[in-house]
């Protein structure tokens, strides 16, 4: 979140780097300066005009009410309010104009819904999606860096910290978060919930989420059933055109989107656009980002970048 703060000159008059008590007094680097780490009840004193948070789902349903009770808008980055009703869940290119002045806890969706919810947004308008087959490919990052390591350590052989049951090098593990009572994971009921929030409720979704050996971003395979038929050449237009998509589709040239290629980008990558030939207004498309940046941090930048748009949040 700093770095994209800094590579997207957002407005930051002062920076108040939050963390838990026992971090106080650490420092970070922000545009070339060292800043020293504060704990919550310093920062509240401080009335900041905006919180960004990432710091789990507990922490934010502890501290977000009294940041905003201080006059702060908070965007949270965990699942804590994603599925309230009474806040709202944001990718500014999908569904940006339902923010408004009572907004003061807003939430960012998962990462994977993000990507997906940048690439069907447009196509819901055109031709009313109804129907959505999600299989994801997600890289280890966005289980953190104790992931990162167990990968980094099984490629070296090294034995050491495992963050999952399983080796996930040279391996694809069927779960990403814990399972639910349907024999659906976490992960999966977040697209299922999420979708239907920010699209439309009466999609249907279904999705299976897989981990995959990678650090570069999330990958999905899509199938998605229309209510109106369409042509792929104008499905391509339409995707060139939406906000915040690159479209990679050029198969003959090896063109389509890769997390290698998605890494530290911001934009979210389609391609292998083409019909499902087993039945009438279904469409089958591959999807990346980087789940870092467009899956996390960028997409909560952009919020707030939106929130001074629209007036409602002050620069100073």
């Known amino acids: 979140m700093l770095k994209v703060l800094e590579e997207r000159q957002f407005p930051v008059s002062e920076l108040l780097p939050v963390a838990s008590e026992r971090s106080a007094g650490r420092t970070i680097t922000f545009k070339g300066m060292e800043v020293p780490v504060i704990g919550m009840t310093e920062a509240i004193a401080a009335r900041p005009d905006l919180a960004l948070f990432s710091a789990g789902g507990s922490t934010s349903l502890e501290w977000a009410p009294r940041f905003a009770e201080a006059g702060c808008i908070v965007v949270d980055n965990s699942s804590a309010w994603r599925m309230d009703p009474d806040k709202k869940l944001v990718v500014p290119e999908v569904n940006g104009e339902v923010l408004g002045s009572g907004d003061k806890i807003i939430a960012n969706p998962n990462c994977s819904t993000i990507?997906?919810?940048?690439?069907?947004a447009p196509l819901?308008?055109?031709?009313?999606?109804?129907?959505?087959?999600v299989n994801t490919y997600q890289a280890v990052t966005g289980t953190g860096m104790k992931a990162v390591h167990q990968l980094e350590n099984e490629r070296q052989g090294i034995e050491g910290e495992m963050a999952y049951p399983f080796p996930i090098d040279r391996n694809v593990i069927p779960r990403c978060?814990?399972?639910?009572?349907n024999g659906y994971t976490k992960e999966e009921m977040k697209l299922v919930n999420e979708t239907m929030?920010?699209?439309?409720p009466t999609i249907r979704v279904t999705a299976t989420a897989v981990r995959v050996p990678v650090t570069g971003g999330h990958s999905e395979a899509v199938n998605v059933e229309f209510e109106r038929e369409f042509e792929v050449n104008a499905v391509r237009d339409l995707l060139r055109q939406a906000p915040g998509v690159r479209v990679l589709d050029d198969p003959a040239h090896d063109s389509y989107p890769m997390p290698i290629l998605a890494a530290g980008q911001d934009a979210v990558f389609v391609g292998r656009l083409r019909r499902d030939e087993t039945q009438p207004c279904t469409l089958n498309l591959w999807i990346v980002a980087d789940n870092l940046r467009k899956g996390a941090a960028t997409n909560a930048v952009q919020i707030a970048e939106l929130l001074l748009a629209k007036g409602l949040l002050k620069a100073r």
């Open 197 to 200: 929030k920010i699209l439309d």
């Open 115 to 120: 990507q997906l919810m940048v690439a069907l």
């Open 177 to 181: 978060d814990v399972f639910t009572d």
């Open 124 to 133: 819901h308008a055109a031709y009313g999606v109804k129907r959505v087959i």
